[in-house]
């Protein structure tokens, strides 16, 4: 039932443009015997069908200029290529604090200039 609440969780977030996978991960380790970096394949398969109904909604309600999504696209694909590659020939402790730090920041990020993008 966990899982269930965990995906459905995950899923809204993930919808909304957030990252599911802020949730969606660090479930998976602490309730699942997963590795990180299964985990995180986990995470990149269930962002799919996600990410398609997120597009058609936003392609519907015209919140995407295609001039600027098609570079990062592409560049979006090399970046996780070379991720990938990145991600299966580290440990996964290593992996794991590297998502931690990530995440940390990126909190941090959001906590202190989230409302000064705004003002400006």
Sequence with gaps: ??????????????GMGIGGGT?????????TSLT???AQGVNLLSFVPVAFIALITHLKNKNVKT?????LIGL??????LGSFLAVNI??????KFFGIFLFFMGLY???????RRTK
């Design 1 to 14: 039932m966990n899982l269930v609440l965990i995906g459905l969780l995950s899923g809204i977030i993930g």
């Design 110 to 116: 959001e906590f202190f200039y989230k409302d000064k």
């Design 67 to 71: 001039s600027i999504s098609l570079p």
């Design 23 to 31: 949730i969606l991960i660090p479930a998976l380790i602490l309730f």
């Design 91 to 96: 440990s996964s402790d290593i992996l794991r």
């Design 76 to 81: 979006g694909l090399l970046g996780s290529i």
């Design 36 to 38: 990180q970096q299964q």
